[in-house]
């Protein structure tokens, strides 16, 4: 099986843009999260779809948005953006039942200038 | 906030095991322990995770006490690419989110 996809890998983007990533999880699994990862702040969780409706969501402003799609691919949506927003931010699907784990992407590596 | 602790660091030889220690002292009786690791700029990878049975896969072994309020994460001959970041993590259900805190870094030394 394929493992979770992100894309694009890396994006430079200045402040007040917006920007788009996506994520493509493992054949099968239902629910995709979103995690950002800073070094001050470590892995934080921002939002969570399952069957295309957010299940969780973290603590983040609303600047921040997700959606997902019926195929369960997912994109996170971050507007405005701030120098703050440089992170990683990283994917994990699972299947969406109980008990089991999350596998991870790669991550996006956003750089705000 | 994450319901963990774990030491901020340790040092194990190459070959030998490498024991990593979780206290969850406030877990409750439907939590799960999970194990995760990063490797330097890559995605977290599952390790293991367990309720009150030991466990062991391919990759490690995890040790959970009676009492189930610490764990140990047993990687039994670790090599160079075992070092990472290490995090434990209590979950209550496959749906809820992972809550990172700061984890162990790990350095296996040749």
């Known amino acids: 099986k394929a493992g979770v996809t992100q894309t694009p890998r890396y994006l430079i983007k200045t402040r007040g843009q917006q920007v788009t990533l996506s994520c493509s999880p493992i054949s099968g699994h239902r629910s995709v999260s979103w995690y950002q990862q800073t070094p001050g702040q470590g892995l934080q969780f921002l939002f969570e779809?399952?069957?295309?409706?957010?299940?969780n969501k973290g603590n983040f402003p609303g600047r921040f948005s997700g959606r997902q799609f019926s195929n369960s691919r997912s994109e996170m949506n971050v507007s405005t953006l701030e120098l703050g927003d440089s992170a990683l931010y990283l994917c994990?699907?699972?299947?969406?039942?109980?008990?089991?784990?999350?596998?991870f992407g790669p991550g996006t590596r956003l750089t705000v200038l | 906030d994450a319901k963990t602790t774990q030491p901020t660091s340790m040092d194990c030889a190459e070959g030998r095991a490498a024991n990593l220690p979780c206290n969850h002292s406030?877990?409750?009786?439907?939590?799960?322990v999970y194990w995760y690791r990063q490797i330097h700029s890559q995605g977290p990878q599952y390790i293991i995770h367990?309720?009150?049975n030991n466990e062991t896969n391919e990759m490690a072994s995890l040790i959970i006490t009676e009492d189930r309020k610490s764990s140990t994460l047993i990687l039994p001959h670790a090599t160079l690419r075992d070092t990472a970041v290490y995090y434990c993590i209590v979950r209550n259900s496959g749906n809820t989110p992972l809550v990172f805190g700061k984890g162990t870094r790990l350095s296996v030394i040749a």
């Open positions: 406030t877990i409750s009786g439907n939590e799960y």
């Open positions: 367990g309720l009150k």
């Open positions: 779809y399952f069957s295309e409706t957010q299940r």
């Open positions: 994990a699907s699972q299947t969406g039942t109980r008990d089991n784990e999350q596998f």
